[in-house]
């Protein structure tokens, strides 16, 4: 079966867009950081991801210009839950199985989009990890399709949604520009990838880790959230973690070998 072009239906998404500013930025207090950088033209957003909310959160503070897509769901069917069916709904989602059996279709898509001037979000991680700084290894797309259409990636730090509460802050921080240099080649999409990461990185590094919430906003914290792991991992552990720690150790290595 053949999925789903993306088709802006612009009511729809300012009707979306308003929802989410009235519904989570009544519930957070959202920030924005370094708002000149939104791109004016056709770019991909490359966001760090903590929690199922985080794509909402960007719905309502992105600019309405350009036009953007997001990269996902992962299912086949666009009528498989809550989040798919909105996206559906509001026309702007990019599926793509994550079986990477479409690699060819999804890449047209991609570039179809940019083609036409938009901005594509996309959670590079494919995944929530746990810890406020922490990162897990960057999938390729997003340096591939950047590679392949040229365009730059600008990645957005999120911070804040790891516990949900109310009125608790959230920071989205737009990053510098990454231009892509090249074809994509594998050294190419590696190396671009890990510009990426040491962005991601540093832009998260300053932000604490919030305590828990109470009872009621735990349980809105893990309403949708699928964790590869099979469960919360505590601080410190779990994936996110786990992957920075050997960042450090290779850059630890590095330097010593330097």
Same mark, same amino acid.
């Not at 519904?23 to 207090?29: A, H, M, Q």
């Not at 929690?51 to 959160?57: E, I, K």
């Not at 997003?142 to 730059?152: E, H, K, N």
């Not at 190396?191 to 990185?201: F, G, K, V």
């Given at each position: ?80 839950g809550a989040r798919n069916r909105l996206m559906a709904?509001?026309?702007?989602? =990019? @599926?793509?199985?994550?079986?990477? /059996?479409?690699? #060819?279709?999804?890449? !047209?898509? &991609? ?42 990636? =600008? @990645?957005?730090?999120?911070?804040? /949604?790891?516990? #949900?509460?109310?009125? !608790?802050? &959230? ?11 090249g074809r994509p080649t594998r050294p190419a999409i ?30 809105? /914290? ?37």
């Amino acid at each position: 079966m053949l999925l789903p072009e993306p088709e802006y239906r612009a009511l729809r998404v300012r009707l979306l867009r308003l929802a989410c500013r009235i519904v989570v930025g009544g519930l957070l207090r959202i920030r924005v950081e370094h708002a000149e950088r939104w791109a004016s033209g056709p770019a991909i957003y490359c966001f760090s991801h903590l929690n199922w909310v985080d794509p909402l959160v960007l719905i309502a503070v992105l600019p309405p210009r350009p036009r953007y897509a997001m990269f996902g769901p992962k299912e086949e069917d666009m009528t498989e839950g809550a989040r798919n069916r909105l996206m559906a709904w509001a026309g702007f989602g =990019i @599926p793509y199985r994550p079986e990477k /059996t479409d690699l #060819l279709p999804t890449t !047209r898509r &991609v570039g179809k989009v940019l083609d036409r001037g938009w901005v594509i979000a996309i959670a590079g991680e494919g995944r929530i990890h746990r810890g406020e700084h922490e990162l897990t290894p960057l999938q390729d797309g997003t340096a591939y399709f950047a590679l392949r259409s040229g365009v730059p990636v =600008i @990645p957005l730090a999120v911070n804040g /949604t790891s516990w #949900l509460a109310f009125r !608790r802050g &959230v920071r989205v921080r737009v990053g510098e520009p990454i231009l892509p240099s090249g074809r994509p080649t594998r050294p190419a999409i590696e190396s671009l990838t890990r510009r990426i990461e040491a962005a991601l990185l540093a832009m998260t590094a300053d932000f604490p880790d919030p305590p828990p919430p109470g009872r009621r906003f735990r349980r809105l /914290t893990e309403w949708f959230n699928d964790w590869p792991e099979g469960a919360r991992p505590r601080l410190g552990e779990g994936d996110g973690a786990a992957y920075l720690r050997r960042l450090r150790e290779d850059d630890a290595a590095g330097g010593a070998a330097g």
